[in-house]
Nanobody, 122 residues
Framework: QVQLVESGGGLVQAGGSLRLSCAASGTIFRINAMGWYRQAPGKQRELVALINSGGSTNYADSVKGRFTISRDNAKNTVYLQMNILKPDDTAVYYC????????????????WGQGTQVTVSS
């Protein structure tokens, strides 16, 4: 089993910054893509940012230029630096990882973190 532990959420005023961290642990041979999703009240969960094992990134249009995703492969950790935060960024943020658990396996599995609350006040 793989566990994803998130940290860094909290309350911040509009225009401020937060840095989210997500560390993966457990039975891991290789982590493929890692990403951050968010879900605001009354809305569907949406992709915020994605980074693959080679460092290629993808961002939602709403956060481009403000958020930066990065990863430390040696620590099995992904980060989300959030700058110029807006009230519309308020949501529960979830870490996600696509993982190959065993070297001899052809199948990958997807795991989710517990979620961390980010609240941006106006």
């Amino acid at each position: 089993q793989v566990q994803l532990v998130e940290s860094g959420g909290g309350l911040v005023q509009a225009g401020g910054s937060l840095r989210l961290s997500c560390a993966a642990s457990g039975t891991i041979f290789r982590i493929n893509a890692m990403g951050w999703y968010r879900q605001a009240p009354g809305k569907q969960r949406e992709l915020v940012a994605l980074i693959n094992s080679g460092g290629s990134t993808n961002y939602a249009d709403s956060v481009k230029g403000r958020f930066t995703i990065s990863r430390d492969n040696a620590k099995n950790t992904v980060y989300l630096q959030m700058n110029i935060l807006k009230p519309d960024d308020t949501a529960v943020y979830y870490c996600n990882a696509d993982v190959r658990t065993y070297r001899w396996s052809y199948k990958d599995s997807n795991y989710w973190g517990q979620g961390t609350q980010v609240t941006v006040s106006s």
